[in-house]
T-cell receptor, first 113, second 114 residues
């Protein structure tokens, strides 16, 4: 099973709202990732968690706050977003960081109004 | 840092024809090269990958070739079908190394006409 699940599928939020995106995998992977993808562009790395610790933050604004409650779950907390943050947010996992294939979830389509 | 270039940006073929997408990379330390297929409204799906100790890998109608000397790798799809229509991304990283992040190409939109 190479499934990564994400909820919700779609999210519309105002600039003053607080919301969270959720990601789950049950493959025993120890690295999990958040990506942002704009239309017609490749995924852009935001955060990497390795063994439940934040190991990479690609200079992401503080209005995005990741959390890894356990080895199967990854959250992305959103607060005071801007319209330009509207995008597809993808979660991925891999056996370890630098261990090869990353498996992506279906994404959350976020619209900030 | 690593840079991956992908060509062409769009590719249109007739059903049953072959399709080839090419990528070049800059960092000789890269040794892992996956290919992803992304259908409209979905997340990228890993379809095939290759490591630098192998020159070619096949999985049914898809194959990937790697030329380490020239630093390029290619995706070959034979007997294309309409369901192959999607955006394909190549990527490079350093398996077991210090650069585990995937560096993506800009993508190729493949259209297979029935």
């Amino acid at each position: 099973d190479t499934e990564v699940t994400q909820t919700p599928k779609h999210l519309v939020m105002g600039m003053t709202n607080k919301k969270s995106l959720k990601c789950e995998q049950h493959m025993g992977h120890r690295a999990m990732y958040w990506y942002k993808q704009k239309a017609k562009k490749p995924p852009e790395l935001m955060f990497v968690y390795s063994y439940e610790k934040l190991s990479i933050n690609e200079s992401v604004p503080s209005r995005f706050s990741p959390e890894c409650p356990n080895s199967s779950l990854l959250n992305l907390h959103l607060h005071a977003l801007q319209p330009e943050d509207s995008a597809l947010y993808l979660c991925a996992s891999s056996q370890d960081w630098a261990s090869g294939g990353q498996y992506f979830g279906p994404g959350t389509r976020l619209t900030v109004t | 840092g690593e840079n991956v270039e992908q060509h062409p940006s769009t590719l249109s073929v007739q059903e049953g024809d072959s399709a080839v997408i090419k990528c070049t990379y800059s960092d000789s330390a890269s040794n892992y090269f996956p290919w992803y297929k992304q259908e409209l409204g979905k997340g990228p799906q890993l379809i095939i990958d290759i490591r630098s100790n192998v020159g070619e890998k096949k999985d049914q109608r898809i194959a990937v070739t790697l030329n380490k000397t020239a630093k390029h790798f290619s995706l070959h799809i034979t007997e294309t079908q309409p369901e192959d229509s999607a955006v394909y991304f190549c990527a490079a990283s350093s398996y077991g190394g210090s650069q585990g992040n995937l560096i993506f190409g800009k993508g190729t939109k493949l259209s297979v006409k029935p």
